[in-house]
């Protein structure tokens, strides 16, 4: 079964600070796996999505990286803003017929003070 | 804006009752699922449907039913409420399944069961 780990669960930093959210899975075998932003009360925004055959995608300050072999993915912030805090949640997608459900793990909730 | 839109935002509900979360979305996608997010855990997948007519069974679908008729709407059933069904429930829908499709999400509902 695919679990997905999200290290720290929790992160304080001082606004302008770079900073970096990790997330490992367990079973290699992927499609995809997806950044996603989460605001308290709110849904799911995406950030990025890496297909397996990729090693990375940018969007403005975020970066994000794969490595599949090794089942692990960062997601790189730079110049971090008060406005960034929010919970970040990866998750995969498992590669495999009638394997449709997104494997999330917990978060990292950030908070960039001012 | 074209996306996932869910209501009611906020229920509360007395034990055994029953109620109907409602999913629509104007994307033209194909799947639909339901996830719920309980306080500190990841999302998990309730039920989800790859189209018109067909649907099955996810992580946790215990309590729980939906149905698609239309491309458009995906609704999600609870029947005799339980305390343990007090969640935060997503729906998203994506367009297809695999490497190149991301997922989006709508903003929740939040529910209480009391």
């Known amino acids: 079964k695919q679990e997905v780990t999200q290290i720290p669960a929790a992160l304080s930093v001082p606004e302008g600070e770079n900073l970096v959210l990790n997330c490992s899975f367990t079973?290699?075998?992927?499609?995809?796996l997806q950044w996603f932003r989460q605001d308290p009360g709110k849904g799911l925004t995406s950030l990025l999505l890496?297909?397996?055959?990729?090693r990375e995608q940018t969007s403005g300050r975020l970066n994000a990286s794969l490595d599949k072999s090794s089942g692990r993915s960062t997601l790189y912030i730079a110049a971090s803003q008060p406005g960034d805090s929010a919970t970040y949640l990866c998750?995969?997608?498992?590669?495999?017929?009638?394997?449709?459900?997104?494997?999330f793990g917990k978060g990292t909730k950030l908070s960039v003070i001012p | 804006n074209a996306g996932v839109t869910q209501t009611p935002k906020f229920r509360i509900l007395k034990i055994g009752q029953s109620m109907t979360l409602q999913c629509a979305q104007d994307m033209n996608h194909n799947y639909m699922y339901w996830y719920r997010q309980d306080p500190g855990m990841g999302l998990k997948l309730i039920y989800y449907s790859v189209g018109a007519g067909i649907t099955d069974k996810g992580e946790v679908p215990n309590g729980y039913n939906v149905s698609r008729s239309t491309t458009e709407d995906f609704p999600l059933r609870l029947e005799l409420a339980a305390p343990s069904q007090t969640s935060v429930y997503f729906c998203a829908s994506s367009y297809s399944w695999g490497r190149n499709y991301g997922y989006t999400f709508g903003s929740g509902t939040r529910l209480t069961v009391v």
């Open positions: 890496i297909q397996s055959s990729q």
């Open positions: 998750a995969v997608t498992l590669s495999g017929a009638g394997s449709y459900q997104l494997t």
């Open positions: 079973d290699s075998a992927i499609y995809n």
